[in-house]
């Protein structure tokens, strides 16, 4: 079956400009989440989203948004973007919640 | 705030060699979570250890979950170059409508051949 679909994979965009990365899930699994994952912090939770609602939200600014489809496709959202937003963003699915994600390939956010 | 500590943060071995790799809380967790992650991808999920005490081997690795499900470790036997990658752990929390995994912030590991 199709593993976890990220677009773009690599991305450079300017300071205070905006992005959409977008993930198409496992067909069946329902709960997405989000991570960012840099070199000094590792992988931290941006949010999780299951059934189109979010279920659990990560210490991050108000930046940084995000939704679920009826077809649980997800979108994550970073406005005004700042250097440190320069990151690994990696989406992860599962059938439900955090017993065993199974994580895309990712999206290299480059800020410059 | 449940934190995981991974330990050693850095490992660089031969090839043949046996290593360990820790992960520790002050935290009970659910169940723990190994990863391992090539470079330019994302976290693969190895294995899923839940009860107390468990062990769990796949082929040449080995994981262990510590008795009070607050720490675990991954043993390799033999390690061959295809090992190469970052591991991590993460925790399911116990309790409460919290859908999301803690990870530590990895191990390194470099086999030479």
């Known amino acids: 079956k199709a593993g976890v679909t990220q677009t773009p994979r690599y991305l450079i965009k300017t300071r205070g400009q905006q992005v959409t990365l977008s993930c198409s899930p496992i067909s069946g699994h329902r709960s997405v989440s989000w991570y960012q994952q840099t070199p000094g912090q590792g992988l931290q939770f941006l949010f999780e989203?299951?059934?189109?609602?979010?279920?659990n939200k990560g210490n991050f600014p108000g930046r940084f948004s995000g939704r679920q489809f009826s077809n649980s496709r997800s979108e994550m959202n970073v406005s005004t973007l700042e250097l440190g937003d320069s990151a690994l963003y990696l989406c992860?699915?599962?059938?439900?919640?955090?017993?065993?994600?199974?994580f895309g390939s990712g999206t290299r956010l480059t800020v410059v | 705030t449940q934190l995981l500590e991974q330990s050693p943060q850095f490992l660089s071995i031969q090839e043949g060699e046996n290593l360990t790799v820790y992960c520790n809380s002050s935290s009970v967790f659910s169940s723990l979570q190994w990863y391992r992650q090539e470079p330019g991808e994302g976290p693969v999920l190895l294995v899923t250890v839940v009860t107390g005490g468990e062990v769990k081997k796949l082929k040449r690795l080995t994981f262990q979950f510590g008795d009070a499900r607050k720490d675990s470790s991954l043993h390799i036997t033999a390690a061959q170059p295809g090992d190469t990658g970052l591991y991590l752990c993460a925790g399911e929390p116990t309790a409460g409508s919290n859908y999301k995994l803690t990870f530590g912030k990895g191990t390194l590991l470099t086999v030479n051949p």
């Open positions: 992860a699915s599962s059938i439900q919640g955090a017993a065993g994600y199974t």
């Open positions: 989203y299951f059934s189109e609602t979010q279920r």
